[in-house]
């Protein structure tokens, strides 16, 4: 039997992440902050309106996105037709407006969209391409669902996912991990693994049995860190342009001001560098269509395929007559719970306020203020923090921010210490 049928079964046996009505309220199930999903995936644009759920399990995302967009047209769709049932049931024991349109379907397969729609505004597709063997199918699979200047949410397995390691610890008491078959046992030992790993936050013991069963023992896993993933990204024609981990990692190298290696690296390739360094045990990422290229901080004004925007995400205030610089930009984000000083010269203070308040820029903004390195850093960490993201041009084609070099591929907010370059 492939492992994709194998996975399917498990999901037929055990729909995750549960059959009960706890899909319906539990936040632990719900996607990162839609404010984040729009200011880095959807900046100035308004909520989307048609919105697909490429994996839906029993439902629990799809009803959590019910609830944050009450007005949009919410397909969600899932291989496993027990798990599509039981979400279908759920539906019925609540009263809505616009109900979800929950359907089977294969994401591996081909047709997609001629199967659930091509004008979808936003896609989000968590915790699912970390149990298929192939990922980069499914996401070329999802690219025709998808509305031009629309974007992808993906919630993948990192290379430190507590499952990587317990799938070679386990087994030395005969546990076999292909398939959960002694839940009790199971449940036993992760005591005395938790019991080791106190600051690993929620005890696994106490996971429920769909993440035992799919999450811990399984077929298949693709628990790997960020630079495979955004090789498999890239391979299927997308690009990362922001990702969840990405400002408070980074906000680490800049409190020590340890941040200046990390320049010209665009939002893809610094993500992966520091997802090297500490790896994560989930990557939450967005994703737009299109192919590395540089940075429009990086060529000439004019020449690249993208404008800024300014992501929503930050609120900004120009303090002056400070020593040291003439201009301190103090950004405050409360979605990512964050905040930065930054000394800008005075100029720079004003193209900030033109930026925060037009809430886009293009070639002749950049040229204004990309004149050193030093500006064009600024730039480059903004993106990394999420402060700007990058839109595409209308009628250009879609290149993405690359690694100029070549390579290959929640602190709590305080007024009294922010974070300075």
Same mark, same amino acid.
């Given at each position: ?11 037929? &046996? ?18 990162? $902050? ?48 027990? @798990?599509?049932?039981? $979400? ?7 009263? @809505?407006? &616009?109900?979800?349109?929950?359907? %089977? ?64 610890? !386990? ?30 936050? %929620?005890?696994?013991? #106490? ?24 090789? %498999? ?16 990692? !980074? ?15 665009? %939002? ?29 901080? #990086? ?5 690249? $395929? ?116």
């Amino acid at each position: 039997m492939v492992p994709q049928e194998r996975t399917r079964r498990s999901y037929e &046996r055990r729909p995750y992440p549960a059959a009960d009505r706890s899909v319906l309220t539990d936040r632990r199930y719900n996607l990162p $902050a839609l404010e984040w999903i729009q200011g880095i995936g959807r900046a100035g644009q308004p909520l989307p309106r048609r919105v697909l759920v490429a994996g839906c399990g029993s439902g629990a995302e799809a009803f959590g996105l019910r609830r944050r967009l009450p007005n949009a047209k919410i397909v969600a769709v899932d291989f496993s037709a027990r @798990s599509i049932a039981h $979400a279908r049931r759920l539906q019925r024991s609540v009263r @809505s407006d &616009r109900p979800v349109k929950f359907e %089977v379907a294969d994401l591996t397969k081909p047709g997609l969209a001629a199967q659930v729609g091509n004008d979808f505004e936003l896609i989000t597709c968590h915790g699912v391409l970390s149990y298929v063997p192939d990922p980069g199918r499914v996401l070329v699979n999802l690219t025709p669902c998808l509305q031009p200047g629309g974007a992808l949410y993906l919630g993948v397995n990192g290379a430190g996912h507590p499952a990587v390691a317990l799938r070679e610890w !386990l087994p030395q008491f005969g546990m076999e991990m292909d398939e959960m078959q002694d839940e009790r046992r199971l449940r036993k030992l992760l005591a005395v693994w938790d019991a080791l790993h106190e600051d690993a936050g %929620v005890p696994l013991a #106490d996971s429920s049995e769909g993440y035992l069963a799919g999450d811990i023992c399984g077929h298949h896993f693709n628990n790997w860190d960020l630079a495979r993933w955004r090789g %498999v990204v890239n391979a299927a024609g997308w690009e990362i342009v922001g990702t969840w981990l990405l400002p408070p990692t !980074l906000r680490q190298t800049l409190k020590v001001k340890a941040h200046r290696p990390l320049f010209p690296d665009g %939002v893809g390739e610094l993500a992966a560098a520091l997802d090297g360094a500490r790896p994560a045990s989930f990557h939450r990422m967005m994703l737009r269509r299109g192919v590395p290229g540089p940075a429009p901080w #990086d060529v000439p004004a004019g020449r690249s $395929a993208w404008d800024l925007r300014w992501s929503g995400l930050y609120t900004l205030r120009i303090q002056t007559g400070r020593a040291g610089a003439k201009a301190w930009a103090v950004l405050r984000s409360r979605t990512l719970d964050m905040e930065l000083e930054w000394p800008l010269s005075l100029a720079q203070a004003g193209l900030a306020r033109e930026l925060a308040r037009s809430g886009s820029a293009g070639a002749g903004w950049i040229g204004r203020w990309a004149r050193s390195e030093s500006a064009r850093r600024t730039l480059a960490l903004w993106a990394g923090f999420g402060i700007i993201t990058l839109a595409q041009r209308q009628g250009e084609p879609l290149p993405l921010p690359t690694d100029t070099r070549g390579r290959k591929n929640r602190q709590p907010m305080s007024r009294s210490s922010p974070c300075r370059p």
